[in-house]
């Protein structure tokens, strides 16, 4: 069982940053490909980029793209999603999920193992 640990949330004004990090301490993260999902109050949870393991190479949501970066620090066991341009539409609860396997993929059922989640909120 691989346990997540999602942090960084917080209020920010638009235009703002913010960087999010997802932590385990049981396992390797490198083993995994690690991705981000975020969940707006009535809406489902949508997939907001991923990182691959090995490679690092990533793959992001239309929505966040150029925005939105995801980095990976196998040796501390950290993912990283760094937030710019933020938007009051980026306001939801941010996930990290991992899966093993190599592929990035875009559904959360994809995902074995998910965090508690941190909640973003951009003010207009």
């Known amino acids: 069982q691989v346990q997540l640990v999602e942090s960084g949330g917080g209020l920010v004004q638009a235009g703002g940053s913010l960087m999010l990090s997802c932590a385990t301490s049981e396992r390797t993260l490198g083993n995994y490909v690690v991705g981000w999902f975020r969940q707006a109050p009535g809406k489902e949870r949508a997939f907001v980029g991923a990182?691959?393991?090995?490679?690092?190479?990533?793959y992001y949501a239309d929505s966040v793209k150029g925005r939105f970066t995801i980095s990976r620090d196998d040796a501390k066991n950290l993912v990283y999603l760094q937030m710019n341009s933020l938007k009051p539409a980026d306001t939801a609860a941010y996930y990290c999920?991992?899966?093993?396997?190599?592929?990035?993929?875009?559904?959360?059922?994809?995902?074995?193992?998910w965090g508690q989640g941190t909640q973003v909120t951009v003010s207009s």
């Open positions: 990182i691959r393991r090995s490679s690092g190479a990533t």
């Open positions: 999920a991992a899966r093993s396997g190599y592929s990035i993929e875009t559904r959360d059922t994809s995902y074995d193992y």
